[in-house]
């Protein structure tokens, strides 16, 4: 079965260890080519994320990391990147995996709409408004304040939407998601959240967000960070996960429900899902529980229909 993976930090590994190699099987590395050619992942989002190490992050840090996603991703012989629709129906009419580049965080930016436009010529197509924190454009889920959209960051969210890049909401805070609402007119997604009524974690989305993405046709990507999935549990079992897909599917998002692992970005794992060549472990679970048809949307469907309604021409 194709999958389609909607978030990883392999891009932040790959920066702050200069020594890995992405076309390597690196122990260090979740997703590298080798496993996501095993994993049989047709597509993989690559987010920019610049990590806490970096004290005061520019966008030079951003263009250093697009540049190494070009180096050591796009120039892979098995990959191809996608920034069109046409570039996804070259992929799936070949061997090689497609890869989209996409920011984590508006932090960098500085409120300045030339270096969107600079991202978007260079492939950027979907864009995190916020990790956890406050920012310039909005608060992050994490922020103790709770606020929402800064005027500047309200004309920021127009402009995205005239650029056709995807907005990302999984970090950003319950007052901006719903200002966001009001305001943004294209679908979106929140690329690596899970439900919050199965795990009260803040990062999580509740009922009546995800009935928001339900409703607007945009994109759920269940992560694996164990504790957004089970926060009780040291131990978390992929059966664990289905809790999560069995209550988005009762909301009506069968088919607006997909994969965002977070892998490279976490230091805990589900068991069985230690790293992108393990998605077989859930492929298996899927297919005990739910037809083929829905595991097949799951995996890749409901992200490709998404993705050639968004991306453009």
């Known amino acids: 079965m194709r999958i389609m993976d909607g978030h990883c930090d392999a891009l932040t590994k790959l920066y702050v260890n200069p020594k890995l190699e992405f ?54 012989p098995g990959m191809h990147v996608i920034q069109t629709t046409e570039d996804w129906h070259l992929v799936e009419a070949s061997e090689r995996i497609g890869a989209i580049l996409t920011l984590e965080g508006l932090d960098a930016l500085a409120g300045n709409m030339m270096h969107v436009r600079i991202l978007q010529q260079l492939g950027v197509r979907s864009i995190g408004l916020t990790w956890n924190y406050a920012n310039w454009a909005a608060d992050g889920v994490m922020e103790p304040r709770k606020g929402g959209f800064t005027r500047k960051g309200k004309q920021m969210l127009k402009d995205l939407e005239t650029m056709g890049i995807i907005v990302d909401v999984s970090h950003l805070s319950t007052t901006a998601f719903w200002e966001m ?21 803040p990062r999580n989305l509740s009922d009546e967000q995800i009935k928001a993405i ?49 892998f490279d970005g976490i230091e805990q794992w589900i068991k069985g899902l230690r790293h992108v060549g393990q998605y077989e472990n859930i492929i298996e679970a899927l297919c005990k529980n739910y037809r083929e048809s829905q595991v097949e949307a799951f995996l890749y469907g409901n992200w490709r229909n998404f993705m050639l309604t968004s991306l453009p021409k």
Do not use: W
């Open 23 to 76: 076309g390597r099987e690196e122990q260090e590395l979740d997703v590298s080519y080798p496993r996501l050619k095993h994993a049989g992942v047709k597509v993989q989002c690559f987010a920019i994320y610049l990590s806490d190490s970096i004290q005061q992050p520019t966008f030079e840090h951003i263009l250093q990391m697009v540049d190494l996603f070009y180096r050591q991703i796009g120039r892979h």
């Open 181 to 201: 609402v009001e305001l943004y007119n294209k679908p979106f997604i929140a690329s690596h959240s899970n439900a919050q009524k199965i795990c009260p974690h």
């Open 214 to 262: 339900i409703q607007c046709k945009g994109t759920i990507g269940i992560t694996f960070v164990p504790y957004f999935v089970d926060s009780a549990n040291l131990t978390v079992p992929i059966s664990a996960l289905l809790k999560h897909i069995d209550h988005v599917c009762s909301l009506g998002g069968e088919g607006q429900l997909g994969f965002g692992s977070d």
